[in-house]
T-cell receptor, first 113, second 113 residues
Framework: GENVEQHPSTLSVQEGDSAVIKCTYS??????FPWYKQELGKRPQLIID?????GEKKDQRIAVTLNKTAKHFSLHITETQPEDSAVYFC????????????FGTGTRLLVSP | DTAVSQTPKYLVTQMGNDKSIKCEQN?????MYWYKQDSKKFLKIMFS???????INETVPNRFSPKSPDKAHLNLHINSLELGDSAVYFC????????????FGQGTRLTVV
């Protein structure tokens, strides 16, 4: 089955710095890669996703890149703000059958003012 | 007007008891899920239903039994609760076809004492 690894487990940055979170997946049939943000005590919410027919996607300060050959995908947050502090999860889902999101282990991002 | 709602939000119970968590979605989605988030924040899929049919059943003890009376509802019943069942349980839903966002409920924090 799919296995998704995520690094780092914690990331501390200063406000205004960039943050990068990396994930690798094992199932070459995976073709959907969403990123979820979970604030303390809240539900996970989608912030950006990428499908395997594109290599990069950007939405304001957030971007995601995908390298299907290497089975890597990454989340980039620029100009970080304290409100970006949360746990971020990557996930992968394969292209056949029913959707099954397999999540990474999460990255706790702390942005200090 | 909550899209995916779970009840109760908090549940404290003694070992050996039986409890249920209810989930409802008003998004018209075909697929619903139960995820377990443990104290380390790992999000693991437990079950998935598509149009009331069980399609994903991960390695979950038989004490856990999901029930979907219709495609808008997916309940989780847990028998003979154990200390290790303490976690946050998230219900989620998605449209049913591949590569789509999953919407999460607010979670149910289950504490077994």
């Amino acid at each position: 089955g799919e296995n998704v690894e995520q690094h780092p487990s914690t990331l501390s940055v200063q406000e205004g710095d960039s943050a990068v979170i990396k994930c690798t997946y094992s199932d070459s049939a995976s073709n959907y890669f969403p990123w979820y943000k979970q604030e303390l005590g809240k539900r996970p919410q989608l912030i950006i996703d990428i499908r395997s027919n594109v290599g990069e996607k950007k939405d304001q300060r957030i971007a995601v890149t995908l390298n299907k050959t290497a089975k890597h995908f990454s989340l980039h947050i620029t100009e970080t703000q304290p409100e970006d502090s949360a746990v971020y999860f990557c996930a992968a889902s394969r292209s056949t059958g029913f959707q099954k999101l397999v999540f990474g282990t999460g990255t706790r991002l702390l942005v200090s003012p | 007007d909550t899209a995916v709602s779970q009840t109760p939000k908090y549940l404290v119970t003694q070992m050996g008891n039986d409890k249920s968590i209810k989930c409802e979605q008003n998004l018209g989605h075909d697929t619903m899920y139960w995820y377990k988030q443990d104290s380390k924040k790992f999000l693991k899929i437990m079950f998935s239903y598509n149009n009331k049919e069980l399609i994903i059943n991960e390695t979950v003890p038989n004490r856990f039994s999901p029930k979907s009376p219709d495609k808008a509802h997916l309940n989780l019943h847990i028998n003979s609760l154990e200390l290790g069942d303490s976690a946050v349980y998230f219900c989620a839903s998605s449209p049913g076809h591949l590569n789509t966002e999953a919407f999460f409920g607010q979670g149910t924090r289950l504490t077994v004492v």
